[in-house]
């Protein structure tokens, strides 16, 4: 069988994940906020055999910035270093799976920076997205976002600004990857969501 390792450090969650096939093997999940470059090769090495796989996925964002970058050098590194294959997939998507059996379609609202929402629309039957990624200010998101469920760490306060619908406060988890399908064959680049806050100088 192939054996997947995924590394999920998008977010304020921490975890990886290794799969038989498409059977959880094992997993490490944790909300550590910040500290992901600390702990996640400790919880790799406390995966079976290491977490040595034949294949890596890894969380491409978007998220926090430093999160994103962990877990794409992390991932990068092992491909490298085990001469395996590496691809990546959205946290939007990852979210967004973990309700495909309560709704038919769905938003996905996480938090971004500057007190934006990153925010997307996903249909479940398949999963797919029905709107790109967007970061908003809060109330811009809740008018973009008219799924009844939203999911996300930002769920709760977009359902409350908007008055209605049902809020699932959530993070990407790297065992919910194996979901995905299609959606888990990015390339292993960072998705930021927004542009960068550095500057050209001045000439």
Same mark, same amino acid.
């Given at each position: ?141 809740? %008018? =973009?976002?008219? +799924?009844?469920?939203?999911? &996300?760490? @930002? !769920? ?6 908007? /008055?209605? *619908? ?6 990407? %988890? =790297?065992?919910? +990857?194996?979901?995905?399908? &299609?959606? @888990? !064959? ?6 930021? /969501?927004? *542009? ?8």
């Amino acid at each position: 069988m192939t054996r997947t390792l995924v590394i999920d450090t998008a977010t304020a969650a921490c975890s990886v994940a290794l799969f038989d096939a498409d059977l959880l093997f094992a997993e490490v999940y944790q909300e550590v906020g910040r500290g992901h470059a600390e702990r996640l090769m400790p919880m790799i090495a406390s995966l079976p055999d290491g977490g040595r796989a034949d294949r890596l996925l890894v969380d491409c964002g978007p998220g926090s910035f430093t999160g994103v970058r962990v877990g794409l050098a992390a991932a990068r590194a092992l491909a490298l270093g085990w001469n395996v294959p590496v691809n990546g997939y959205s946290s939007m998507a990852a979210i967004a799976s973990t309700g495909a059996t309560i709704a038919q379609q769905l938003a996905v609202a996480i938090i971004g920076g500057h007190g934006e929402f990153f925010v997307q629309a996903y249909a479940c039957d398949p999963l797919r997205p029905m709107s790109e990624l967007a970061s908003l200010a809060p109330e811009a998101a809740a %008018r =973009a976002m008219a +799924a009844d469920h939203v999911f &996300g760490s @930002a !769920a709760e306060r977009l359902v409350e600004l908007r /008055g209605y *619908g049902t809020a699932h406060t959530c993070l990407p %988890r =790297a065992a919910d +990857a194996m979901r995905l399908a &299609g959606l @888990a !064959a990015l390339p292993p680049s960072p998705i930021y /969501g927004r *542009g960068a806050d550095a500057k050209p100088a001045a000439a």
